[in-house]
């Protein structure tokens, strides 16, 4: 993510996704990626790219307690040109996979989770945490950067028994149905 994509839209701060970061271990320079890829070098063999799909390319508001702290965070870094990342190592260069997932298991094992998580794991958090939260459909799809909101519902957002509980619960009231009698409270027919 570089600076640029940290907008204020609609009184919101969010994270405009315009790029990912790839590393294409089998190029030797910008001639060997294609043009309409649009690709932007950063260091060695890393580039900035556009997401794969137009539904990749989406706006993410933020909490304002962490919109605050990325700020903080990158006023601290000094790093605050807009092409700037905003998660780098120590020299600069863009975080690989293995330092993110090393940081990822610090985070788990300071709040007292296993660290058999994996990163990518929070986008099914993230996914299940916006249904239980009644988020509608589309809204829950754009965030996630789906195309098709069937494969956040298929793939990503998972239902536990105290979700299944209060939606039997919630029939249960539409019904008005009282808890320990047999017949309902209207009659049909």
């Avoid at 494969?151 to 619960?169: E, M, P």
Wanted: aromatic letters at 6%.
């Amino acid at each position: 993510m570089t600076n640029s994509e940290i907008q204020l839209i609609d009184n919101a701060i969010c994270i405009v996704v315009e790029w990912q970061l790839k590393v294409y271990n089998n190029v030797k320079g910008m001639r060997d990626i294609p043009s309409s890829l649009g690709a932007r070098h950063v260091t060695g063999k890393a580039y900035l790219v556009p997401p794969k799909t137009n539904a990749g390319r989406r706006v993410i508001p933020l909490p304002e307690s962490l919109a605050v702290e990325l700020g903080r965070y990158i006023k601290g870094t000094g790093r605050t040109n807009s092409d700037d990342l905003v998660f780098v190592q120590a020299d600069g260069t863009p975080l690989n996979r293995m330092i993110e997932t090393r940081a990822w298991k610090k985070a788990l094992n300071r709040v007292g989770l296993p660290d058999d998580y994996v990163p990518h794991s929070a986008r099914h958090t993230a996914a299940t945490a916006m249904a239980q939260l009644g988020m509608s459909d589309k809204v829950r799809e754009s965030i996630m950067g789906h195309s098709d909101i069937s494969v956040t519902n298929r793939v990503y957002t998972h239902v536990g028994t105290a979700d299944a509980s209060k939606a039997i619960n919630g029939v249960e009231t539409l019904l008005a149905l009282e808890p320990g009698f047999d017949e309902p409270c209207f009659h049909v027919g």
